[in-house]
């Protein structure tokens, strides 16, 4: 008796201290319950909460989403293990959330390795800092001086199509993500690394692949801590695919540091100019920052843009009638020449703008956003608790047939400026919005609509593999990709 007594005692001491601990913690938490309580969702379980939902592939991920809206419409709740989530795709909830709240989720730390610890990933107080700093290096002005170097590249690009054209079907994306590469590159980091002449460092590829490793990681609570995740193999992956990026983007900075490039900052102001001065003027900025956002700004950049311009050529496949008028517009502005895509030229090119707009409508490469509420946020009636997190499926408010009749129609005559002017303006979102937006939408068009207009004067594309929107199956990491290719076919105009 006397030798059951203390484990008895133990055992109902560690239960109670347990209980008490919930007992404590679900008190501390009451706001979210109480929140949570208002609001559908699927059912939680204990240690992984709602995320069995996501389970699998990448590309259930997406799947989930839009089959959770058809059950729960516009608005509901999910628990990520003991995290709160809410699925917003209300527009004034939208736009309120996006207008006030600056922190991203903390499972964007796992992004890290795509982005590296810049912008895009940075919690709040140190992204104010850093996008007071940067802000600038695309500005309009800055921009404008690119257009030359958007359009050479667009060239090279024309020639390396060349070799494409009796290969029947083929992968646009690792091609734009050459071109797109040497544009960034040759752009905010002053340097040529003749990627497509080449054929690599396939830089856009490798971060393909850490984006599904990073939110195969996201959406499975039990490789969210470190010791999990160390453990797994994909953190491996992670690890050598990563070192590879490091080393590529040491070796441009640390060449641009010996030459002093910074001293030209006024001849080529760009991105990588600006930051090595300031390691040499801000004491609070060091080479590591640089280092960091470099790999943000270059990856964020390449990857949006050689996606969005695969999935235009497959558009413009499946709508030969569109493709046609963007001939008319393309003859009308050059009359037949090859010359390089001028500022003047951009401006005049309308079409192809609606048409790359509807392209991200229909395929908005980052389908997904999120925010942490660092206070409670009111909007209407409803109060979004301290503590929890909004993600905002902009691929799903893109194809809201309440906002979008006939979603899955590719009709650029929807961004006329009289048809924008009736919409929400939150309802075609593919940059985000409020102060955390993307620095880039305006570098992303222009780079764009160059590298289009010079390559749709050399090529026409027959066909691409799918036969309706309704049939190309994406699946997400940090992007929207298509689980099959972006293939397309290219003949000679
Ligand atoms: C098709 C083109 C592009 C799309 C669809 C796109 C989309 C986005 C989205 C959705 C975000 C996240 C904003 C959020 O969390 O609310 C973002 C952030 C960002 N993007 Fe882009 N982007 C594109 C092109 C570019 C380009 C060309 C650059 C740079 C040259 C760029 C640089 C950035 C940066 C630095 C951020 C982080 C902004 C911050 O947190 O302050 N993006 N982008």
Not at 64 to 85: A, I, P
Not at 197 to 223: H, M, Y
Request: hydrophobic share 40%; net charge positive.
């Amino acid at each position: 008796m006397g030798t059951d007594y203390f484990p008895n005692t133990y055992t109902g001491l560690a239960c109670f201290l347990c209980f008490f601990f919930v007992l404590i913690r679900t008190w501390r938490r009451r706001h979210l319950y109480y929140s949570a309580f208002k609001v559908n969702g699927p059912i939680p379980f204990p240690l992984i909460g709602s995320a069995y939902v996501f389970f699998g592939h990448t590309q259930n991920i997406l799947e989930s989403f839009t089959r959770l809206k058809r059950k729960y419409g516009l608005f509901y709740k999910l628990w990520m293990s003991s995290d709160l989530y809410f699925v917003v795709m209300k527009l004034d909830h939208v736009k309120a959330i996006l207008n006030n709240c600056s922190e991203k989720f903390s499972t964007m730390k796992f992004v890290d390795p795509v982005f590296g610890k810049g912008l895009l990933t940075l919690p709040a107080t140190e992204w104010k800092i850093h996008r007071k700093l940067l802000g600038g290096t695309l500005n309009q002005q800055i921009l404008n001086s690119y257009v030359d170097i958007f359009a050479n590249y667009s060239n090279v690009l024309v020639e390396k199509l060349e070799g494409t054209l009796d290969a029947g079907f083929v992968d646009m994306f690792p091609i734009f993500a050459q071109c797109m590469t040497d544009v960034l590159c040759g752009t905010i980091l002053g340097t040529d690394l003749k990627v497509m002449k080449k054929n690599g460092p396939d830089v856009i590829l490798w971060t393909a692949k850490l984006g599904e490793l990073s939110v195969l990681r996201i959406f499975n609570p039990l490789l969210h801590p470190d010791f999990m995740w160390k453990k797994s193999s994909l953190s491996k992956q992670t690890n050598a695919i990563l070192h590879n990026v490091q080393r590529l983007i040491k070796k441009i900075l640390e060449s641009k540091r010996r030459e002093k490039s910074y001293l030209k900052l006024e001849q080529e102001p760009n991105l990588l100019n600006y930051m090595l001065k300031l390691e040499n003027t801000e004491t609070t900025w060091n080479e590591e920052m640089s280092a960091e956002e470099t790999q943000a700004f270059l990856i964020a950049g390449a990857d949006a843009t050689s996606l969005t311009l695969g999935y235009v050529l497959m558009m413009l496949a499946m709508h030969q009638e569109i493709q046609k008028q963007v001939f008319d517009e393309l003859d009308f502005v050059f009359g037949g020449s090859n010359r390089n895509v001028t500022l003047e030229d951009l401006h005049q090119l309308s079409l192809l703008e609606r048409v790359v707009k509807e392209t991200l409508r229909i395929f908005p490469v980052a389908p997904l956003v999120g925010r942490y509420f660092t206070e409670d946020l009111v909007v209407g009636n409803f109060t979004f608790p301290k503590g929890s997190s909004a993600f905002i499926p902009i691929l799903c408010i893109h194809r809201d047939n309440e906002i979008w009749p006939n979603p899955l129609k590719f009709d650029p005559d929807r961004f006329l400026p009289g048809e924008t002017a009736k919409r929400h303006p939150f309802s075609f979102i593919p940059f985000s919005g409020g102060p955390r937006k993307c620095l880039g939408p305006t570098y992303g068009y222009m780079s764009m609509k160059v590298v289009l207009a010079t390559i749709l004067r050399h090529y026409k594309v027959v066909a691409t593999s799918y036969r309706e929107i309704s049939e190309i199956e994406m699946k997400i990491d940090v992007s929207a990709r298509c689980v099959k290719g972006q293939n397309v076919i290219l003949h000679k105009r």
